[in-house]
């Protein structure tokens, strides 16, 4: 071996270059190890979320728009998977109709439907549907703090 070939691993650039390759992949090893603790942390939420009775929850939200239109928003609220899912319907004889059917695709096991305004004529038609599912009547209040 010439002295040649030993020159161009203890120059400057290399050692520079390995500086910062091993920085690069210190910084790697960090976000690697924030994802895993994000997972772990969402993993235990999701155990703590399924041990509840109702692991998806329906809310409805009844209000009126500027025109004096009726609106209902149906929201999902998914615990253990940690997704939600909203559609706004502005008929709320349709809403109604695709309330089974939402109930059907994601293992709906509450609702929460306020019963402020014509909230109640929806609650209503809710529990003579006998749907099998716990309907909970919501009074919204003003928030005090």
């Known amino acids: 071996m010439s002295w040649r070939q030993h020159e161009r691993y203890d120059s400057e650039g290399y ?3 390995a500086s910062n ?10 976000e690697y190890n924030l994802k895993l603790k994000e997972q772990h942390e969402k993993n235990r939420r999701s ?20 025109y004096g239109k ?3 928003e149906l929201k999902v609220n998914d615990l253990v998977n940690e997704y939600g899912y909203v559609r706004t319907y502005e008929n709320p004889d349709e809403a109604i109709l695709y309330i089974p059917a939402i109930i059907k695709k ?23 549907a006998r749907l099998g ?3 909970v009547p919501l009074t919204y209040r003003h928030l005090t703090y």
């Not at 709906?108 to 402020?116: A, F, L, M, R, S």
């Open 70 to 72: 009726p609106k209902i």
């Open 47 to 66: 155990e703590k979320h399924a041990a509840c009775n109702a692991k998806v929850i329906l809310s409805i939200i009844t209000d009126m728009d500027r």
């Open 133 to 135: 599912v716990d309907i």
């Open 15 to 17: 050692r520079i270059g």
């Open 21 to 30: 390759a091993n920085y690069i992949e210190r910084i790697r090893q960090e």
């Open 106 to 128: 994601y293992g709906v096991g509450q609702i929460q439907c306020e019963i402020n305004g014509f909230g109640l004529g929806v609650y209503d038609r809710l529990k003579d």
